[in-house]
């Protein structure tokens, strides 16, 4: 059996981890649409989240327009901005990868959504002199239809729990 999983998994902590260092207050912004499939996988993670971080934490359900959201996270004055959606990363579903925002759209990693997220995270980062990130994970079946499958089950929860762990919890 391959150990590049467990890899994976410790190369996106190891990631975070340093991502997260110097947060004093992190938005988590769940992207994605409730009827396609994994596509949802961000706002069910933030859902997993909610009422389980600490005070430094605000938590988002964007779904399709997290642009609509930016008045909102600047008015929370973040030190660390994390949009987690669904990302075409050409990998095992359920496989995540924390990018900045300048990398989404190259050949590697491709948002699901036509929004261009490059150009809402340079405006969100002007607006708010926050760090942003975006926690990618490749879907599985991202067509018409509700609920995650089976990898994005398991991945939601890996990720949430890796979450709680790295967060920020007292002020």
């Not at 994976?8 to 340093?18: A, G, I, P, Q, V």
């Not at 992207?31 to 009827?35: A, S, V, Y």
């Not at 030190?79 to 990302?87: E, F, N, R, Y």
């Not at 926050?130 to 926690?135: E, G, K, N």
């Given at each position: 059996?391959s150990?590049?999983?467990r890899?994976?998994?410790?190369?996106?902590?190891?990631?975070?981890?340093?991502?997260?260092?110097?947060?004093d207050?992190?938005?988590?912004?769940g992207?994605?649409?409730?009827?396609r499939?994994?596509?949802?996988?961000g706002?069910?993670i933030?859902?997993?989240?909610?009422?389980?971080?600490?005070?430094?934490?605000?938590?988002?359900?964007?779904?399709?327009?997290?642009?609509?959201?930016?008045?909102?996270?600047?008015?929370?004055q973040p030190?660390?901005?994390?949009?987690?959606?669904?990302?075409i990363?050409?990998?095992?579903?359920?496989?995540?990868?924390?990018?900045?925002?300048?990398?989404?759209?190259?050949?590697?990693?491709?948002?699901?959504?036509?929004?261009?997220l490059?150009?809402m995270?340079?405006?969100?980062?002007?607006?708010t002199?926050?760090?942003?990130?975006?926690?990618l994970?490749?879907?599985?079946?991202?067509t018409?239809?509700?609920g995650?499958t089976?990898?994005?089950?398991?991945?939601?929860?890996?990720?949430?729990?890796?979450?709680?762990?790295?967060?920020?919890?007292?002020?």
């Open positions: 059996m150990n590049q999983p890899r994976d998994t410790n190369k996106l902590r190891d990631k975070l981890r340093s991502w997260l260092t110097e947060a207050s992190v938005v988590i912004a992207i994605g649409n409730p009827i499939r994994d596509d949802f996988i706002v069910e933030v859902r997993t989240l909610r009422g389980r971080t600490g005070p430094l934490v605000n938590l988002l359900e964007c779904e399709t327009a997290p642009e609509s959201f930016i008045g909102q996270i600047a008015k929370l030190t660390h901005v994390l949009l987690i959606d669904a990302g990363l050409k990998q095992k579903p359920g496989a995540s990868v924390l990018v900045e925002p300048d990398q989404v759209g190259s050949e590697s990693v491709v948002s699901t959504h036509a929004l261009p490059q150009i995270c340079r405006y969100l980062a002007e607006t002199n926050a760090t942003i990130a975006l926690l994970i490749q879907p599985k079946d991202a018409f239809g509700e995650l089976a990898e994005l089950l398991k991945a939601k929860t890996q990720l949430a729990s890796l979450l709680l762990r790295l967060l920020p919890t007292t002020q």
